[in-house]
């Protein structure tokens, strides 16, 4: 890493301020360990509950003699320059007060618009936590910033924003991305002697005749394998919305695209992810070559396990080149043609002070440099929705995500997922139907959804 080298050698040497919204689990972890880092502070935290901003400071080893509550302007960047720990309700008191970056962690679609939308024209950067409103915009606010000189960017320490880095750094290298992802933070632990797989508290047994499935895969057997693990492992725990969400997120930032809309999910080894994320006339899965993907770690009780981190798989056309990358460590398919890269952790916020930092003293993301509306997170019925039914987004139990080809907002296009947050439905829907634009009550005064309409103008959608 460099990243020392260069925040010292940055022309704007400087402590870099940070605003916070949204003090939950991951907020709080920037909030602890910036107390750690003499170049970063966190002067100001907003949340609509004071109460839970405070006991962040508290993780922090910061005692309420040193917090003040403050509702207005002038006061707030008093306190902040007084040096006390600042908490306010009012997320826009953040946009007038002395720090270089905002950092967006509500995980709230329409919240996240108006906070990121609001920091850009009041010249503050933006670290984006925020994957449901990232998912959905995150295209045209990063335009926006370009055009206003600041910094918008996914997050180090977030699997969307740690992926998107481990793709470029390969494809700086000269190789080829045949897939790319990240693993659930769940996974399948596999108990050969009690013949059990379980997955948090969640159990299922596996008979005689199907545990042959869980044993490692051959060349060129990955299909059945997989097909078959699908089917016995089917009552335990499903991958979220919230997880297609982030890949959404890193599809738009790399190009890298569903091979299939609802994606393979397989159930693999470690070992595996090579032998099955590749081509099929490799052996794998793979229809296309640079592909999105997520998977569930099967580990045995000992195993090391994947801990919900990244991963790629990799090409390379010259002989000695991947001679020297399967030599050296890294985890080839039984053909040698592929390899997979990983990275077995995601540190939250302990990591994303680098985003932090990168932005306020170098001027660039831990992201992307260009990102484009390549796909959106659209929703699928998965139960007969009745007229007048609000949505719950992400995490609404009727509603299954699918990656699909952007499109825009219009009649008979699919709507990305964040978009239906807390909006009803203007006419019963069928389980299994794919929902579009006439079928929801548009909000009357959405930042979110006009500044969508403005990113498929913006990129011709």
């Known amino acids: ?63 309420d003699d040193d917090i003040t509550l ?14 006390k720990f600042v908490i306010v309700e009012d997320p826009m008191l953040l946009m007038d007060t002395p720090i270089d970056v905002v950092v967006e962690s509500t995980g709230v679609p329409e919240a996240g618009a108006r906070h990121a939308y609001e920091a850009i024209q009041h010249g503050k950067h933006v670290a984006m936590i925020n994957k449901e409103t990232d998912a959905v915009i995150g295209p045209i606010l990063k335009h926006l910033a370009d055009k206003a000189g600041v910094v918008y960017t996914p997050v180090d320490g977030d699997q969307h924003g740690l ?6 750094w390969a494809r700086s290298l000269g190789l080829e991305v045949l897939a790319g992802g990240k693993a659930r933070n769940a996974e399948c632990i596999y108990d050969p002697e009690a013949k059990t797989v379980s997955c948090g508290r969640s159990t299922v047994n596996v008979n005689q005749l199907g545990t042959w499935a869980l044993n490692r895969i051959p060349d060129g057997e990955a299909n059945r394998y997989i097909s078959a693990r699908r089917e016995i492992l089917a009552s335990l725990p499903k991958t979220s919305n919230s997880d297609l969400g982030e890949m959404t997120v890193a599809a738009n930032a790399t190009g890298l695209m569903p091979d299939i809309p609802e994606l393979h999910l397989p159930v693999v080894r470690i070992s595996e992810i090579p032998e099955v994320l590749c081509p099929v006339e490799e052996g794998g899965l793979l229809q296309t070559r640079g592909t999105i993907e997520i998977v569930t770690c099967l580990r045995g009780t000992d195993d090391a396990g994947l ?15 991947r001679t020297v990358l399967t030599t050296k460590g890294l985890i080839p398919n039984s ?14 916020g302990v990591e994303t002070p680098i ?11 831990t992201g992307a440099a260009t990102v484009k509306p390549h796909v959106d997170l659209a929703a699928k019925s998965n139960c007969e929705l009745k007229t007048g039914t609000i949505l719950g987004g992400g995490h609404s139990n009727d509603i299954d995500a699918a990656i699909l080809p952007a499109s825009p907002i219009a009649k008979g296009k699919p709507l990305p997922l964040y978009l239906l947050t807390g909006n009803g439905l203007s006419r019963d829907v069928a389980a299994e139907t794919l929902i579009t634009q006439e079928m929801v009550d548009p909000p009357a005064d959405s930042l979110l959804w006009s500044l969508r309409r403005q990113q498929d103008a913006h990129f011709g959608l």
């Open 70 to 83: 403050c509702d207005n302007r002038s006061d707030t960047i008093r306190a902040i320059e007084s040096g």
């Open 307 to 321: 801990g919900g981190g990244v991963f790629i798989v990799v090409s390379c056309e010259n002989d000695y080149s």
């Open 335 to 348: 053909r040698g043609s592929t390899a997979v890269i990983y990275r077995p952790y995601h540190l939250c």
């Open 163 to 168: 992926l998107i880095g481990l793709v470029l």
């Open 1 to 63: 890493m460099i990243y020392h080298h260069l925040f010292d050698q940055a022309k704007d040497l400087r402590t870099v301020r940070a605003g916070l919204i949204g003090s939950g689990h991951y907020g709080t972890a920037v909030i602890t360990q910036a107390r750690y880092i003499p170049q970063l502070e966190i002067p100001i935290v907003a949340d609509v509950n004071p109460q839970a901003a405070r006991l962040a400071y508290h993780h922090a080893g910061i005692t």
């Open 355 to 365: 985003s932090i930092l990168s932005a306020a003293l170098l001027n660039v993301p």
